[in-house]
């Protein structure tokens, strides 16, 4: 049987949501065909859909309580809006479904943390029609790098790993150094394929493919690093573990690479038990992770305690960045981490601020 926090209504809240997701998910999506009615309530497979949709919801609704930040869970929800746009699926049946949420969580949970989940759905309903008309591009094809990283999107997108490389390429040859290719032509680009797949402008197998030619670019350009003297120290670089988004924890590592670290990176969703293993048996000095999304905070959370619980990894500094913690403002300080990084050099640099270097050369 699982074990609850009741002492803090929204830690509760978001045990209980995890624990009955698909009962609460299963309800939610019964109330929605009663909303809608009609042929699209009565549409094959349209249940099922609605309820592993709202099953997201529910995680990100959990994610939201669990760390007092209600906008995780507006977010989300501006972010479906988008994709139901994109979709051609009603923006009124995702309201119908939010609305049915609401409802389920407020009858079906306790009292004060049924009140408190309904209040957050509540509030995400409010601000539904706030968001633009779709989320904005993070390309700049205004600029010289801006235009490079165009360029190997566009090679991205046509599905030719040669053409990808030569844009790379193209952009060193200008001189671009690596830090700024990474920065300024690989994650916007990335970005955009994010953008373009959540519009319904790609598909999955297309998105896979940027994934795997940009883990193929990052690899051509390793050996290129420029790279400073040893530091003498070792750090493991690694994505939360249930986070299969690795690339951009991997470009960090290639600049703590450049600074001189001893770089041990893991790679994506390692066990807890077998990361704390590895910051003992690489004697590592600082241990650095990504959290792609809210719904991995609890992960995070879990890393961070049972490093704290072993006197051999307990003085091990920790430092978290990724997309979910963009604008979370101190959530890393409450996660038990010791800094928060919002980019690779940055992360270097509070990295080094950790282990007690001096702050990296200009």
Not at 3 to 21: C, K, M, Q, T, V
Request: net charge negative; charged share 20%.
């Amino acid at each position: 049987m699982a074990s609850f926090n009741s002492s803090d209504p929204g830690a509760f809240a978001a045990e209980l949501i995890r624990a009955s997701l698909t009962g609460l998910a299963s309800a939610s999506a019964q109330r929605w065909t009663e909303g809608v009615g009609g042929d699209r309530a009565d549409a094959p497979g349209a249940f099922g859909q609605w309820k592993v949709a709202l099953e997201s919801q529910l995680e990100f609704l959990a994610a939201a309580l669990g760390t007092r930040q209600t906008e995780i869970f507006v977010d989300h929800v501006l972010w479906s809006r988008w994709a139901c746009i994109a979709r051609d699926v009603p923006e009124h049946d995702l309201r119908v479904a939010l609305t049915a949420l609401e409802e389920v969580v407020r009858k079906e949970l306790p009292d004060a943390p049924g009140a408190q989940a309904g209040d957050v759905v509540a509030t995400a309903i409010a601000e539904f029609d706030r968001a633009p008309a779709e989320p904005p591009s993070h390309l700049e094809p205004g600029t010289s790098n801006g235009r490079f990283a165009a360029r190997y999107l566009l090679a991205l997108l046509e599905g030719s790993r040669d053409a990808a490389v030569e844009a790379v390429d193209a952009a060193r040859a200008a001189g671009v150094s690596i830090p700024d290719i990474y920065t300024t032509v690989l994650q916007p680009a990335l970005a955009e394929i994010g953008r373009l797949w959540m519009l319904g402008d790609i598909h999955v197998a297309e998105e896979h493919f940027a994934t795997a030619t940009t883990g193929l670019v990052i690899a051509r350009l390793f050996c290129e690093l420029p790279r400073l003297p040893s530091t003498g120290k070792t750090v493991i670089t690694v994505s939360v573990e249930g986070d299969l988004h690795e690339l951009g924890i991997r470009m960090v590592s290639d600049f703590f690479t450049m600074d001189g670290w001893r770089v041990i990176h893991l790679g994506a969703n390692v066990p807890a038990p077998d990361l704390r293993q590895g910051i003992i048996d690489f004697h590592a000095d600082l241990l650095a992770f990504s959290v792609s999304l809210p719904t991995h905070f609890s992960s995070a959370r879990s890393i961070i305690e049972l490093s704290r619980s072993d006197p051999k990894t307990r003085e091990v500094p920790i430092l978290i960045g990724g997309r979910a913690l963009h604008r979370r403002g101190d959530l890393w300080r409450e996660l038990g981490a010791d800094g928060c990084a919002t980019g690779a050099a940055d992360a270097v640099a509070i990295g080094r601020s950790l282990v007690g270097l001096p702050p990296p050369e200009e």
